[in-house]
């Protein structure tokens, strides 16, 4: 870069101006941004930049693969921005390994299923308790049946997966459409029906609710009529994350699942979380989820296997989030002066 694209660029940003509802801000005002080891989130940053479209961000993401310092190039080139007041609402997402099997068995019997042909992107098809009841059955779409009703529900839920065969090899699958129906919350079922308090809801409490009530335990994964189909991805090898929506491997604790009605994927966010196991760090906007809607939802990515399962689970926890927007677009709305 040359030492007057790097004047101007700095002279920009010593102005930050507000209009409208979106407040720019100062580095210096994220609670935090010091201590956070930037190279981690850089280096998830640059893994889908490519994806951004306009020829800005051809250079940016050039330059975000260099040898910049991260912590320079963030505080350089990006502003955070506020666009509304309310607290953010996070919680954890985590790629599940279950067992399975490429055959039906007494013990593997519950099939993933990839996406049907006749699946419409508007649509809707059969909902979760027609599928469950053998709607699919012998259209040859199983990919694999797995030996838990539950664990393959979460799976759904969370769209990408591993699945461990008895000769310990893995197959990872990733989301690939849904039946067009609305995501409806097995968790507000069971406090709806005063089984629960709200707070004591989590991913745990439902798989152990769903195990020790039978049919009835079914009965309430069917509540859902939202279901996901899969897509085999033999090209993921066993070290990297899953793939998220923007077609590139996701980083454990520096990727976050948005809106993108919202908020752009491939930003860069900075993410203060409250509750149990509090930090405050930057990560990216990688990944959509069926059940993350509104500006300031998020879903953070804890990585992969039962431990990651555990931490994400129990989140469900307050904070702020604000989009680091790109001085050149802030430049262009007349945010930054």
């Not at 009965?219 to 939202?226: D, G, I, Q, R, Y």
């Not at 990585?303 to 994400?312: E, K, M, P, R």
């Not at 307050?318 to 262009?332: N, S, T, Y």
């Amino acid at each position: 870069m040359c030492a007057a694209f790097l004047a101007a660029i700095l002279f920009m940003s010593s102005s930050i101006a507000q209009a409208g509802h979106l407040e720019v801000l100062g580095f210096e005002e994220l609670e935090g941004w010091h201590n956070d080891d930037h190279q981690a989130a850089l280096t998830a940053f640059a893994g889908t930049c490519d994806r951004l479209e306009g020829a800005q961000w051809e250079w940016l993401c050039d330059f975000a693969k260099s040898d910049v310092d991260a912590k320079t190039y963030f505080e350089l080139l990006f502003r955070p921005v506020k666009e509304h007041s309310e607290e953010a609402l996070f919680t954890g997402y985590f790629e599940p390994e279950l067992r399975g099997s490429r055959t039906k068995s007494e013990t593997y019997k519950y099939p993933l299923y990839r996406k049907p042909e006749n699946v419409t992107k508007n649509g809707t098809y059969f909902d979760r308790r027609a599928i469950a009841n053998g709607a699919l059955e012998g259209k040859g779409l199983e990919i694999a049946w797995v030996d838990d009703p539950v664990e393959l529900f979460f799976l759904q839920i969370q769209g990408s997966g591993r699945i461990r065969f008895e000769d310990d090899t893995v197959l990872r699958v990733g989301y690939a459409g849904n039946n067009g129906h609305k995501y409806k919350s097995v968790g507000r079922v069971l406090v709806a029906r005063g089984i629960y308090n709200r707070h004591q809801v989590s991913a745990k409490v439902i798989q152990n609710w769903v195990k020790r009530n039978g049919q009835a335990g079914i009965e309430l994964l069917n509540a859902n009529p939202s279901y996901i189909f899969f897509v085999e991805r033999p090209e993921l090898s066993a070290s990297s994350g899953p793939v998220g929506a923007m077609s590139r491997a996701i980083f454990p604790m520096r990727t976050i699942a948005v809106d993108p009605k919202f908020i752009e994927l491939g930003l860069p966010v900075w993410v203060r979380k409250e509750g149990k196991n509090p930090f405050a760090q930057l990560m990216v906007a990688q990944d959509t989820g069926s059940a993350i809607k509104g500006a300031n939802r998020a879903d953070i990515f804890y990585g992969s296997g039962d431990q990651a399962g555990v931490l994400a689970g129990a989140v469900k926890d307050g904070g702020e989030m604000f989009a680091l927007m790109p001085i050149f677009d802030l430049v262009k709305t007349g945010h930054l002066k």
